[in-house]
């Protein structure tokens, strides 16, 4: 099972006073005791997207980083910055062609990553291209399937190349994953509840990897539940771990987990009100994939 678990590192800065107030030769001792390090160059695919649009924003004011590429099926030929309503165009137009822009950066040698958030189907042939030009890839495609993951580490192994697949960039829901796990050594009866505005891809991929998670610590749970064929008592996931979905147009994105014991309830609730909430997770992936030094296939909740 994938290690859960997230690291933050903060970096201070000198503000534009402190810098006012150093002498010529300070400046100039700092400049070539840390030489500047390129940007990181990141291509979204999947940039029309609203996430699409929210990692532009996000790439673009990082620390580090910048957008080099803008990849989609609509609003092909428009400025990307344009689309995402910033103040002034970013002169990166929205292409439909992955290897043609893949190939323009593969000539500046820097750094580049690319992001997918595209679909199931176009993953593999994605992560392909990006290896052709010698680049790394984050992947955040829901309903990623299990043999696509699967090809993927073997491709990883004979193409010498790392790739990060992100079942979830929010970084509540790591945490919650977290918390399931640990309370699952303490409790029997487990039952998940979460909302949607739409009834696609349920269960969720959150449900599932919860459920997943706890089945793999050797438990059965709910034993004492003799209503298993009963279908109002929702679906059965893993060891006897019960999901309930509950779908309305307008509810936020939000998974409960209900644990009970003897004479006590235990519950753990994440929502999800803006896709801006997947952004700093975006950006610890990017940082991840390209600090990975062996062949190797990240397939985490934890982008540690």
Known sequence: MAA????FHSINYLNSQKLKTRTKHSIISCSSSQPMQSNIKVVINGAAKEIGRAAVLAVTNARGMEVAGAIDTHHVGEDIGQVCGMEEPLEIPILNDLTMVLGSIS??????????????????????????????????????????????????????????????????????????????????????????????????ADANQIANNLSNLGQIYNREDSSTDVLARGQVLGDGIRVHS???????????????????????????TDVQCLMPGLLLAIRKVVRIKVPQLFQVYGLS
């Open 246 to 272: 509950l779908v309305l147009p307008g509810l936020p994105s939000s998974t409960t987990v209900h644990f009970s014991g003897l004479g006590e309830i235990y519950t753990i609730k994440h929502d999800i």
């Open 107 to 204: 000539q500046s040698k820097a750094t580049a990553v690319v992001v997918d958030f595209t679909d199931p189907s176009t993953v593999y042939d994605n992560v392909k291209q990006a290896t052709a030009f010698g680049m790394k890839s984050v992947i955040y495609v829901p309903r990623i399937k299990s043999d696509t993951v699967a090809a993927l580490s073997a491709f990883c192994d004979k193409a010498s190349m790392g790739v990060l697949v992100a079942p979830t960039l929010s970084i509540g829901s790591i945490l919650l994953q977290q918390a399931a796990i640990s309370a699952s050594f303490h409790y029997r009866n487990i039952e998940i509840v979460e909302s949607k505005s739409n009834a696609n891809d349920l269960p969720s």
């Open 4 to 7: 859960l678990s997230c690291q």
